[in-house]
């Protein structure tokens, strides 16, 4: 009888010994899974799609395929945000934190006057909206002097002192575009009026010109007459602006030209140059 008792406890102690490792067991498999479930739930989250192609993914018209991505046509109406945080709208791989596909694509209101002078906004050649300010735009001022020795000759203007070169795109004599654009370019030379025993006493004709890439873009032509008998010497101005499309690596070159004069290496024809060049588009 005791023998009986003691097998009885022994078998008893084993089996509730198996049962709490079996349910210790099913609790870990039960953790495991709503561990597993869990991360498969939080790693990718699809509204009225059940094919999300990103961490969360809204099917705005229901028109997404069962499996696999969207075409355009079907992304054009949802909204998507990827592992990497950028939030796409109408298109499924954003490059940017927010990234809107679709025509005229923002529309805002209730924008309000401003009296910053910080800068205003810009869109570039990718679509990616900018701040662009007096400081990041295309802009040079240059002046100097231009030495003209002889007469009916394209003479290049003199090593120019910068006032501002933004983005440093003169260099020398030669302004060369760092981006694609319209330029809005003014050129002007100060000549002076010659006393009435030079250039045959009726003055000389000048030039300023413009030079895309080598090649002359425009010219423009001014009298210089010579001053009144009984008035000093003055300077007259020729003066050339132009609206200019350039593409990156162009370049830009200033010329000025005397006709109908005589100077000469001992007496030149000496002006003083401006040139302004902003990118305006």
């Known amino acids: 009888m005791i023998i009986y ?25 039960i953790l495991s899974l709503i561990f597993f479930f869990s991360g498969i739930i939080k790693s990718q989250v699809g509204i009225s799609t059940s094919s999300p192609q990103g961490t969360w993914h809204v099917d705005g ?4 395929p069962a499996t696999g991505a969207p075409s355009a046509s079907q992304a054009a109406n949802d909204v998507i945000i ?9 298109i499924m791989a954003p490059t940017n934190k927010l990234h809107v596909n679709g025509t005229n694509p923002l529309r805002l209101e209730g924008l309000q006057v401003s009296a910053d002078t910080s800068g205003s906004l810009t869109v570039n050649s990718t679509g990616v909206v900018q701040l662009q300010n007096s400081s990041s735009i295309s802009a040079v001022r240059a ?9 009916n000759t394209f ?13 440093n795109e003169l260099t020398g004599t030669t302004f060369t575009a760092a981006t694609t654009g319209l330029y809005k370019v003014d050129f002007s030379i100060n000549y002076p009026q010659r006393a009435n025993t030079e250039d045959g006493g009726d003055g000389y004709l000048t030039f300023v010109t413009i030079n895309l890439n080598g090649t002359a873009y425009s ?13 000093a010497p003055s300077t007259i ?20 030209l005397t006709f109908g004069s005589n100077p000469t290496t001992a007496a030149p024809i000496n002006g003083s140059y401006v040139v302004n060049i902003v990118r305006i588009d």
Not at 143 to 151: A, D, L, M, Q, R
Not at 220 to 231: L, Y
Request: charged letters at 15%; a positive charge; zero cysteines.
């Open 5 to 29: 008792i003691m097998n009885y406890l022994f078998i008893k102690t084993i089996t509730e010994h198996q049962n709490q490792i079996i349910m210790k067991m099913t609790k870990i498999y």
């Open 61 to 64: 018209a229901k028109d997404n």
């Open 82 to 90: 990827t592992s990497t945080g950028n939030m796409g709208v109408g």
């Open 143 to 151: 002046t100097g002097n231009v030495s003209i020795t002889v007469n």
């Open 155 to 167: 003479t290049t203007i003199g090593t120019p002192t910068e006032t501002f070169d933004n983005l």
């Open 219 to 231: 010219s423009k032509m001014t009298k210089v007459a010579p001053p009144e008998v009984s008035g």
């Open 237 to 256: 101005t020729g003066s050339n602006s132009e609206l200019i499309k350039m593409t990156t690596g162009n370049t830009l070159t200033f010329q000025g």
